[in-house]
């Protein structure tokens, strides 16, 4: 039914627009009328990306970290923590954000204004985090041990079996934490309005931008019913909702792939 209805409330407004002028177009203003959301896309791609490359690396060797080497009374406080993490809301995450990373950036950089791309990337790192973390640390752990003893036996050392051997044979897992993370950047919204500026411009490191669901959060309140700005906000939640399918759908093969291999 959710299906249905995005496309029936997304089509008229693409119809209306153009496909080509909707997707490509890199002016957003209601007053005109003109809704391009390529800014959009390309911020949403570019922040998932940003946030997907600091956060994986970190999750990653946090798991290995937590699975293999951690002392146990260490491993349940940092496990502890994740969970808290995973457990924060939203605005919290924007709130503190906006309060220490904004500055902090703003004053960094020499910036005018700390919310731009790199303020929401590094905030979509934090909150991915947690399900990088959690996922490949029990796929990490349900690894047989007579893998880890066999490579030992062949003269690798404990470093060389964790990542060479332990977390090759935990890919699947790996790569299912990684989806879960890449669902959680793509569809951030709340967070990412208060620490990205929530400006159309064309994506920048250090400018303010606005991603796909910070478009339709920051608008749909005020766009007037039946109007081409509310029909155009559906689309883009049409658009976000098919971004979202596409990006889950190449990692599943993927993953498939993988597990073949």
Same mark, same amino acid.
């Given at each position: 039914?959710?299906?249905?209805?995005?496309?029936i409330?997304?089509?008229?407004?693409i119809q209306?627009?153009g496909?080509?002028?909707?997707?490509?177009?890199e002016?957003w203003n209601?007053p005109?009328?003109?809704?391009?959301i390529?800014p959009?896309i390309l911020t949403?791609v570019y922040g998932?990306? $940003?946030?997907l490359?600091?956060?994986?690396?970190l999750?990653?060797?946090t798991?290995?970290?937590l699975?293999?080497a951690?002392?146990?009374?260490?491993?349940?406080?940092?496990?502890?923590c994740v969970a808290?993490l995973?457990?924060i809301p939203?605005v919290v995450?924007?709130?503190v954000g906006?309060?220490v990373?904004?500055?902090?950036?703003?004053?960094?950089f020499s910036?005018s204004s700390?919310?731009?791309?790199?303020?929401?990337?590094?905030?979509?790192?934090?909150m %991915?985090l947690?399900?990088?973390?959690?996922?490949?640390?029990?796929?990490?752990?349900?690894v047989?041990?007579?893998?880890?003893?066999?490579s030992?036996?062949?003269?690798?050392t404990?470093?060389?079996?964790w990542?060479l051997?332990?977390?090759?044979?935990?890919?699947?897992?790996?790569?299912?934490? %990684?989806?879960?993370g890449? $669902?959680?950047?793509?569809g951030e919204?709340?967070?990412?309005?208060?620490?990205? $500026?929530?400006v159309a411009n064309?994506?920048?490191l250090?400018a303010?931008?606005?991603?796909?669901?910070?478009?339709?959060?920051s608008?749909?309140s005020?766009?007037?019913y039946g109007?081409?700005q509310?029909?155009?906000?559906?689309?883009v939640g049409l658009?976000?909702f098919l971004?979202?399918l596409?990006?889950?759908a190449?990692l599943?093969?993927l993953?498939?792939?993988?597990?073949?291999a």
């Amino acid at each position: 039914c959710i299906c249905l209805y995005l496309v029936i409330s997304g089509v008229p407004a693409i119809q209306a627009i153009g496909l080509w002028n909707f997707l490509f177009g890199e002016t957003w203003n209601a007053p005109t009328n003109e809704f391009g959301i390529l800014p959009f896309i390309l911020t949403s791609v570019y922040g998932t990306a $940003g946030a997907l490359l600091l956060g994986v690396p970190l999750g990653l060797f946090t798991a290995v970290f937590l699975a293999k080497a951690a002392p146990p009374r260490i491993a349940a406080a940092a496990r502890s923590c994740v969970a808290l993490l995973a457990g924060i809301p939203s605005v919290v995450y924007g709130l503190v954000g906006m309060t220490v990373l904004v500055p902090f950036v703003q004053k960094t950089f020499s910036l005018s204004s700390g919310a731009c791309l790199l303020t929401a990337i590094l905030v979509l790192t934090v909150m %991915i985090l947690p399900y990088i973390v959690s996922v490949s640390e029990t796929a990490l752990r349900a690894v047989p041990r007579e893998y880890e003893e066999a490579s030992l036996a062949l003269g690798a050392t404990k470093v060389e079996t964790w990542f060479l051997v332990s977390l090759k044979a935990a890919k699947s897992g790996v790569i299912a934490s %990684i989806i879960q993370g890449t $669902g959680r950047a793509v569809g951030e919204a709340m967070a990412i309005l208060m620490v990205a $500026g929530n400006v159309a411009n064309m994506p920048s490191l250090f400018a303010s931008v606005r991603f796909l669901t910070t478009a339709i959060v920051s608008e749909m309140s005020y766009a007037a019913y039946g109007s081409l700005q509310r029909d155009a906000l559906f689309s883009v939640g049409l658009v976000l909702f098919l971004f979202i399918l596409l990006i889950n759908a190449a990692l599943r093969l993927l993953s498939e792939r993988s597990a073949k291999a």
